[in-house]
């Protein structure tokens, strides 16, 4: 068997989609039929390195629209047993019918795309795929495919005493989000965290791990609440440092707007940190509807505040026995089950409606 994946970004990239792309091609060359993986990216920001054995990633096709349009004609020529569009966005210059991922925001707004060769879509949450279908009035079939942790890549350990000295952490109790800041979303739920920090305790601090062109209207914000002191930008980290700076947390907190699910969660309780995610975004699902967290109104600074106090005095560092339902192995079964569907159903998808 031969798949294609169009992405946006996976080897050499950063952030959840990256990620999840990488995860995907992993649970795609688990199974004993695929021969090959074909992964076209759209951008590469960093070294590509860690491509598994069956996986040909055409990385010359992120060296600018020509390469880009030179690798798609490439692809189109060439035969798949099954072809993914990874990214809402890519779906117009896909050359082949194929499943549509969905990741979060990107899909609950409505647009003109069409949805003639779409065969089935695939989305991180039931909120996402649930928006997606309202506004697009897509009636064919869909998996939710929530994002997966390596639990053995993470676990409780004390807090490194490089990080803690970098950041200041001596003596304080440290709230984390890790995310990234991005002036044109702003929907992570940094200010969120940031207007209530003042109702809390002096020897809490608030640790803002990830970079982004947000960084100086919240570093602003910061020193006109008078927060200087308590809250610290870590900037852009290393991947290898992620499990050290989750376990410097003795709260996670993520009051977000606009998560299609929130893979950060997952890290954060696998380090055994206590969450707090959002009601109103897919951030409830990576908790579970609440079993693995307390879940709070973005828009209530006294819910946040709330939850945080009580997270603080009475949240127990323990890595959760239902975590297991994310863990990668769960993440394989799910994607063969996907492939397997695909490969019994018609080529391409002819009844559903979608827009344009």
Known sequence: MRVLLLCSDAYGGHGGIALFNRELAAALVARPDLDELVIVPRVVRGEVRGVPPKVTFLADAAKGPLAYMRALARVHREKFDLAICGHRNLLRVTPKPCVLIIHGIEAWRPSRISLRRVRAVVSVSALTRDRFVEWSHYDGPTFVLPNAVHLDDYGIRPKNPRLVERFRLEGKRVLLTVGRLDAAERSKGFDEVLEVMRKLPEDVVYLI????NDFERLQKKAVDLSLTSRVIFTGLFDEGEKPDLYNLADV????????????VFLEAMACGVPAIASK?????????GGELGLLVDPANPAEIRDAILYQLAHGKREIPAELAYFAFERFVERVSGIVDAMQTSPSPRRAGRGPG
């Open 209 to 212: 791990a990830g970079g982004g």
């Open 252 to 263: 996670y907190v993520m009051p977000s707007r606009g998560e299609g699910f929130g893979f």
């Open 280 to 288: 109103i975004d897919g951030g409830r699902e990576a908790l579970l």
